[in-house]
C-alpha cells in the first residue's frame, strides 16, 4: 500500500531531477563519484554489506554505489537501485551493461512511496540520496516495511552550509557581489536538510529505526583535477549554480574571476580540494 500523499508531495524533487539538474549530473558523472566516492565507501562500509544480502540503495543516481554493492553481495545476492532521475537511471543501466556478471537492478521510482516487498531486504544504503524527502517520516517508515527484523540502514548526509567548505566559500564569494536569496527553512528538502542531529534521528526513530547512530566525518574533497575545472564544475553543478540561473553573462564572468582567486590556494598538483562535512548514519528495524 502507497503511503498517502508521498507521491503528490515528492512531485517538485521528481520534477527537478528529471530536468537540467539530472542532465548536470550524468554530464558530471565522473567527478561527482571521484568527489563523494570516499564518503560512498564510509556508509558502505557503516552498512556491513555481506555477499548474499539483499540490499536497496536509495537514490542511486548514476549508480556508482549500486555497482559497487553488487559486486560485494555476489551472485547469490540482490541490489535494486531506486531513483526518480530517469536521466541518471539511463546512465546508470549503461555503467551497468559494462560489468554484465553482476546482478544489479535499477528502477525509476519515488522510495517514499513505492511498494517495496515487505520484510525481504537486509539493507537499506544511500549516498546523498535522502534529504530530498518532502515527509521524511512517511519515506522511512516505508523503507523500514522494507526491511527484514533487525534489518540495517546507512547513509551519508551532509552536516550545516556552514561546517562545509565546497558550498560555504562560494556562496560567501558570491554573496559579496550579487543578493542571494534566503536560505531555506530548517528542514526544507535538500542537499542540507539533514545536517540538524536531533531532527534526523526523531524523523528515524518516527519511521521505525532504533539504535540509531551518528558519526561525524570530516575531509578534504576532489572537487576536481584542476582548479579552472573545479570552479566550472561548481558554477555549474552546486548548490550554487541555483543562484546564479538568472545573472546576466558580463556578473557571471566576474564572478568565475572572483571565484578562481579565492579557491587557488586550495589547488594542489592532484586539483582542487574543499573541506566536506557528514554524517555517517546508522539504525536498525
Same mark, same amino acid.
Given at each position: 500500500?502507497?503511503?498517502?500523499?508521498?507521491?503528490?508531495?515528492?512531485?517538485?524533487?521528481?520534477?527537478?531531477?528529471?530536468?537540467?539538474?539530472?542532465?548536470?549530473?550524468?554530464?558530471?558523472?565522473?567527478?561527482?563519484?571521484?568527489?563523494?566516492?570516499?564518503?560512498?565507501?564510509?556508509?558502505?562500509?557503516?552498512?556491513?554489506?555481506?555477499?548474499?544480502?539483499?540490499?536497496?540503495?536509495?537514490?542511486?543516481?548514476?549508480?556508482?554505489?549500486?555497482?559497487?554493492?553488487?559486486?560485494?553481495?555476489?551472485?547469490?545476492?540482490?541490489?535494486?537501485?531506486?531513483?526518480?532521475?530517469?536521466?541518471?537511471?539511463?546512465?546508470?543501466?549503461?555503467?551497468?551493461?559494462?560489468?554484465?556478471?553482476?546482478?544489479?537492478?535499477?528502477?525509476?521510482?519515488?522510495?517514499?512511496?513505492?511498494?517495496?516487498?515487505?520484510?525481504?531486504?537486509?539493507?537499506?544504503?544511500?549516498?546523498?540520496?535522502?534529504?530530498?524527502?518532502?515527509?521524511?517520516?512517511?519515506?522511512?517508515?516505508?523503507?523500514?516495511?522494507?526491511?527484514?527484523?533487525?534489518?540495517?540502514?546507512?547513509?551519508?548526509?551532509?552536516?550545516?552550509?556552514?561546517?562545509?567548505?565546497?558550498?560555504?566559500?562560494?556562496?560567501?564569494?558570491?554573496?559579496?557581489?550579487?543578493?542571494?536569496?534566503?536560505?531555506?527553512?530548517?528542514?526544507?528538502?535538500?542537499?542540507?536538510?539533514?545536517?540538524?542531529?536531533?531532527?534526523?534521528?526523531?524523523? =528515524? #526513530? &518516527? +519511521?521505525?529505526? @532504533?539504535?540509531? $547512530?551518528?558519526? /561525524?566525518?570530516? !575531509?578534504?574533497?576532489?572537487?576536481? *583535477?584542476? =582548479? #579552472? &575545472? +573545479?570552479?566550472? @564544475?561548481?558554477? $555549474?553543478?552546486? /548548490?550554487?549554480? !541555483?543562484?546564479?540561473?538568472?545573472? *546576466?553573462?558580463?556578473?557571471?564572468?566576474?564572478?568565475?574571476?572572483?571565484?578562481?582567486?579565492?579557491?587557488?590556494?586550495?589547488?594542489?598538483?592532484?586539483?582542487?580540494?574543499?573541506?566536506?562535512?557528514?554524517?555517517?548514519?546508522?539504525?536498525?528495524?
Amino acid at each position: 500500500m502507497e503511503p498517502p500523499g508521498a507521491s503528490i508531495a515528492n512531485a517538485d524533487q521528481i520534477e527537478f531531477w528529471n530536468g537540467e539538474a539530472g542532465d548536470k549530473w550524468v554530464r558530471h558523472q565522473e567527478t561527482q563519484d571521484i568527489m563523494l566516492g570516499p564518503l560512498g565507501e564510509r556508509s558502505l562500509s557503516a552498512a556491513r554489506i555481506a555477499a548474499g544480502e539483499r540490499v536497496i540503495d536509495v537514490g542511486c543516481g548514476c549508480g556508482d554505489t549500486t555497482l559497487e554493492i553488487a559486486r560485494r553481495v555476489g551472485n547469490g545476492g540482490q541490489v535494486l537501485g531506486i531513483d526518480v532521475s530517469e536521466q541518471m537511471l539511463e546512465h546508470a543501466r549503461r555503467r551497468a551493461a559494462k560489468e554484465p556478471g553482476l546482478t544489479a537492478e535499477f528502477l525509476k521510482a519515488d522510495a517514499a512511496s513505492h511498494s517495496f516487498k515487505a520484510g525481504a531486504s537486509d539493507v537499506v544504503h544511500s549516498r546523498f540520496g535522502v534529504m530530498f524527502f518532502a515527509n521524511p517520516e512517511i519515506a522511512f517508515g516505508n523503507l523500514a516495511r522494507a526491511l527484514r527484523p533487525g534489518g540495517r540502514l546507512a547513509f551519508v548526509c551532509w552536516r550545516p552550509v556552514a561546517e562545509n567548505d565546497w558550498v560555504n566559500l562560494p556562496m560567501q564569494s558570491a554573496a559579496e557581489m550579487i543578493q542571494l536569496p534566503p536560505p531555506p527553512a530548517p528542514g526544507t528538502p535538500g542537499p542540507f536538510a539533514f545536517g540538524d542531529k536531533t531532527r534526523v534521528e526523531g524523523i =528515524l #526513530a &518516527a +519511521g521505525g529505526f @532504533k539504535n540509531i $547512530d551518528f558519526a /561525524p566525518d570530516d !575531509r578534504p574533497m576532489l572537487i576536481a *583535477d584542476s =582548479l #579552472a &575545472a +573545479g570552479v566550472e @564544475k561548481i558554477v $555549474d553543478n552546486s /548548490p550554487l549554480a !541555483r543562484v546564479l540561473v538568472d545573472i *546576466d553573462a558580463a556578473t557571471r564572468l566576474r564572478l568565475i574571476e572572483k571565484l578562481t582567486g579565492l579557491l587557488a590556494p586550495y589547488c594542489d598538483d592532484r586539483g582542487l580540494w574543499l573541506n566536506g562535512a557528514t554524517w555517517i548514519v546508522t539504525a536498525q528495524t
